[in-house]
């Protein structure tokens, strides 16, 4: 018993100080977290599809009138994308402001809450032009131009894990394909964020953000297809909190102090799950 007790602590400890870790690094737009559900993205809001001026099931919603940062939008339009599990998430958001809006004060606040720009940014289409090339285009910071990036995807994937992560990107990335996998993943940034106040950022209105996160969205759901597969053909069946160096599923506490929190909390997450489905409450 206290040992159940002591793994549910350390679990929740290591659960809460990632989850955090990780939401800091990438570039949320406000109120939401990405890879919500329409339903979710709505509760944040605090509203229903009967506030919506457009609402497309699975697909996306747009407000009007909303404040952000510190100004008043025409509209905001959240995306969604259903990464063929027939789970439709929150990957990217699109706000545009009126002529009346002063877009230096919506800059200030957003350098505010997401930092440092970047120099330049690589997106890349999910609608392909032309057969096997890799709709690519570069953008550079400019006066009416500002950028913001997250870490690239190759920062994201474990070194030992690229070529399973490459095999798995391709079957959402229209041109993507084994020699250009470099080039693109240290290129594509896992989140975007664009400020513009003229125009410049093609298909945007005078006065527009443009938030992208669609290379985050896929990266947690080939990583959790990775897991899933991990845990068919590698199931655990020890005690996680043993240090047998021999066994490559258990939880190793030393591993921590070597900077590898993420692979053993995946593996403790597991464990714990296993031995919470099998638990036994006495009527």
């Not at 509760?43 to 099931?57: P, Q, V, W």
């Not at 994308?81 to 439709?88: E, F, H, M, S």
């Not at 032009?129 to 709709?135: I, N, Y």
């Not at 993507?176 to 594509?188: G, R, T």
Request: charged share 30%; proline share 4%.
């Amino acid at each position: 018993m206290k040992k159940a007790v002591f793994i549910i602590f350390i679990a929740s400890i290591l659960l809460c100080s990632c989850s955090r870790k990780e939401d800091s690094d990438y570039l949320e737009f406000p109120k939401t977290k990405w890879g919500m559900s329409m339903e979710e993205t709505l509760n944040a809001y605090g509203i229903t599809e009967k506030n919506t001026s457009y609402y497309d099931e699975g697909s996306t919603f747009i407000i009007d009138g909303y404040e952000l940062f510190g100004e008043k939008t025409s509209k905001i339009t959240f995306n969604f994308i259903d990464l063929k599990n027939g789970k439709p998430i929150l990957c990217a958001v699109r706000a545009t402001y009126p002529d009346s809006a002063d877009m230096n004060q919506v800059l200030k606040k957003m350098q505010k809450a997401y930092g440092k720009m970047v120099p330049d940014i690589h997106l890349y289409s999910l609608f392909q032009v032309l057969d096997d090339e890799l709709p690519e285009r570069k953008y550079t910071e400019s006066e009416h131009l500002k950028l913001w990036g997250s870490k690239s995807v190759i920062q994201s994937i474990p070194e030992k894990e690229r070529e399973s992560y490459r095999d798995r990107w391709k079957n959402y990335q229209p041109g993507l394909k084994d020699e250009n996998w470099d080039a693109f993943s240290q290129n594509a940034r896992m989140v975007t964020a664009i400020w513009s106040d003229n125009g410049e950022f093609p298909t945007l209105e005078k006065n527009a953000l443009d938030f992208n996160a669609f290379n985050l969205v896929l990266y947690k759901e080939i990583k959790g297809q990775l897991s899933d597969d991990s845990a068919r053909t590698n199931p655990i069946d020890k005690d996680p909190l043993t240090t047998d160096k021999e066994s490559g599923n258990v939880f190793d506490l030393s591993l921590l102090e070597k900077g590898d929190m993420q692979t053993q909390l995946d593996k403790l997450c597991h464990y714990f799950l296993q031995k919470v489905s099998a638990v036994t409450i006495p009527g």
